[in-house]
């Protein structure tokens, strides 16, 4: 448990930090703007010490002993300041209903989805089955590594794939915290921090409690008008219904047979891609500020956001982008509207937040992001994501195909950006059209720039724009619905609509809720734990290229090659190690040098190996010696 202390020592510090330097805001904020703070510290500053350091223990105390230097110095600093005393301007019953249920869900999802023991054999759910390994992997593979990291995947190659979100994980496990504990625990604290950053994020835009219940519902139980599928299949296929809750990726807000790739960000991203998850816990507080400096324009405001921007490109790259492009369109915004007099003064505004985040981002960038998308031949043109069969042609109509995707929010985003709410130009009304002129420019980029060879990814980007963009709904339909007042039937019309925002989201997750798949075997895991205990940290293995592969994701050892579907998407060229290991598997007699060059150590040979391959098993019985056993799976120490 010395780990998830570890973790809450980060997380005072940064409830310090922020109590110094937002001493301004409400007790809620500087909470939340702490612990964020605190998660992003725990991420960051370690890391930094372990170019000198290694990623150690050493490493991580020097991080935790600068992250409370940082904040004893912004206490001083702050000293004899008048705090707000006040904890929230929101009602407490609304955030406790908003935020309570939904951690709760996010809570159980992650315990559910994380290598959950069961009868000594490790379970997932539907959504972590493909992502979960290669965040496993990153987070067993750092321990005590050298910075900057290679994969563990492809022992070599950069690790360019932004990995400060299991960073975190991995200094739990130096100091003793179990794997899937540690990242149920931070998995479960981001979720929470997402949650209530985003209400309190929609709360600061709105003012509105019930343009903020609306806004987060239709943020967090997102969906399109996927669910007519299974209902028009239902009268020739009674069992299309049933699909839904058991065959694998039949939702009707993840199933591309029938080009319905809008997700559900709670099943498809905050619970299965934790760098997402990750990269928005660290965004939210962007937005928060840039609403914050948009309306006050005060200069601090600006720097703190420059500096809090400049840490996001190794936490998600994504969000990092997709902020710059939102800020761009808020800073156009901004000072078109400035007047004569005051532009300049808006413009030097945005250039100081500007500046200071690109320095800060400019070495990462350079050094992970860039050479990552650029040796992956990534960037190029593709209109209408993913909608675009690859030569020019659409799948579906331009229109249909984002409202069934995103739903009938999609074709009022314009109505609610430019929406008057009464209060306004000096009000909350600049403020939206200032952000959503920002999303609108994402929404261009996503649109016309593929940057991953998975043009899925872009998707990424599209939901940073939904955020920014849910607020302003929010208050557009509630705002509709108090001007129906008199009408009959208004609230029938009004729960059919919500029905439909959120019947493909909801269907989403009750499928999440009851999913489970087997990770890895009862024999699987007993060979994980014998590797962890019985060999050195940096032995190579020789395995297969299994996405679930047992050494690679629950011990972090180093093998000859990971599978493609981790390493094509990131833009890396195996193809030489990929032939090397299919040699040394299949004729290992011929393949002496292969093993000297790879420096490989130990053969893991399962069904997997077995089934992919053509092993030569009776020389590896031969040759070498065999020093774990269990089921059909072997473990081979290789003499060289």
């Known amino acids: 448990m010395t780990g998830l202390l570890i973790v ?119 959504s972590t089955y493909g992502d979960l390994c290669l965040h496993l992997g990153i987070a067993t593979s750092l321990r005590n590594a050298a910075f900057p990291p290679d994969y563990s995947l492809l022992p070599g190659a950069l690790l360019g794939y932004p990995f400060l979100a299991d960073s975190m994980v991995t200094t739990s496990l130096l100091f003793g915290t179990d794997l899937a504990l540690a990242y149920v625990a931070t998995g479960t604290l981001m979720f929470f921090l997402v949650i209530l950053g985003f209400v309190l994020l929609a709360w600061e835009l709105t003012g509105s409690a019930s343009a903020t219940a609306v806004a987060t519902v239709l943020m967090f139980v997102n969906g399109g008008l996927g ?58 507080p962007c937005l928060w500020l840039l609403t914050v400096a948009l309306r006050e324009r005060r200069w601090q405001t600006f720097l703190a956001l420059g500096v809090w921007a400049g840490t996001l490109p190794m936490i998600h790259t994504h969000s990092f982008l997709a902020l710059g492009l939102i800020s761009a369109g808020a800073m156009i915004w901004s000072v078109w509207r400035a007047g004569e007099g005051r532009r300049l003064d808006a413009l030097w505004k945005f250039l100081l937040y500007g500046g200071v ?85 994402v929404y261009i980029v996503a649109e016309l720039i593929q940057f991953q060879p998975n043009e899925y990814d872009n998707n990424k980007l599209f939901y940073v724009a939904y955020m920014i963009m849910m607020p302003a709904m929010g208050l557009y339909l509630t705002d509709i619905l108090r001007r129906l007042r008199g009408v009959r039937g208004r609230a029938l019309i009004a729960a059919a609509f919500m029905l439909v925002c959120t019947l493909s989201g909801g269907l989403s997750i009750a499928r999440e809720w009851v999913s489970a798949y087997c990770l890895f075997g009862e024999e699987e895991a007993a060979a994980a734990r014998w590797i962890e205990e019985n060999t050195p940290a940096d032995a ?15 011990t972090g050892r180093d093998i000859v090659c990971g599978t493609g579907s981790y390493l094509y998407f990131h833009g890396i ?65 290789v003499e060289r």
């Open 227 to 284: 669910f007519i599928y299974p209902i028009d299949r239902m009268g020739r296929d009674p069992a299309a219904w049933n699909e839904i809750f058991n065959g694998f990726y039949k939702t009707p807000t993840n199933q591309p047979d029938l080009n319905l790739r809008w997700v559900n960000v709670i099943c498809d991203m905050m619970i299965p891609q934790r760098t997402l998850l990750c990269g928005w816990m660290a965004v939210l």
């Open 8 to 126: 809450l020592l980060y997380l005072l510090a940064g409830v310090c930090l922020a109590d110094g330097v937002f001493y301004r805001r409400r007790g809620v904020v500087r909470l939340w703007l702490g612990l964020c703070a605190g998660l992003i510290m725990q991420m960051w500053l370690p890391a930094l010490y372990a170019f000198f350091l290694r990623f150690t223990r050493t490493a991580q105390l020097c991080g935790l002993g600068t992250a409370w230097a940082l904040a004893g110095g912004a206490l001083w600093v702050s000293r004899g300041r008048k705090r707000e005393k006040r904890f929230s301007d929101m009602p407490l019953w609304l955030l406790a209903a908003l935020v309570l249920p939904l951690t709760l869900l996010g809570g159980y999802l992650e315990y559910t989805h994380t290598i959950r023991e069961i009868d000594g054999a490790l379970w997932v759910g539907q």
């Open 573 to 637: 060229d195996y193809s030489r190690q990929q032939a090397a290991e299919q040699a040394m598997l299949e004729t290992p007699a011929d393949s002496a040098a292969l093993f000297d060059e790879y420096g490989v150590g130990y053969a893991y040979i399962s069904s997997h190996e077995r089934n992919a391959f053509n092993v030569d098993e009776a020389w590896f019985e031969t040759h070498c010696e065999r020093v774990f056993e269990a089921g059909d799976v072997r473990v081979y120490r």
């Open 357 to 441: 985040a690109v320095l800060l981002a400019a070495p990462q960038l350079l050094t992970w992001s860039v050479p990552q998308t650029v040796r992956g031949g990534s960037l190029r043109f593709r209109f209408n994501w993913v909608n675009n069969m690859g030569d020019g042609r659409l799948i579906d109509n331009y229109v249909w195909f984002w409202v069934k995707n995103v739903g009938l929010t999609w074709l009022l985003m314009l109505p609610a950006a430019l929406h008057d709410d009464g209060r306004g130009e000096d009000g909350s009304n600049a403020l939206r059209r200032a952000l959503g002129l920002g999303a609108l420019c």
């Open 540 to 554: 190579v293995f020789l395995t297969g290229n299994q996405h679930n592969n047992a050494v690679a994701a629950l």
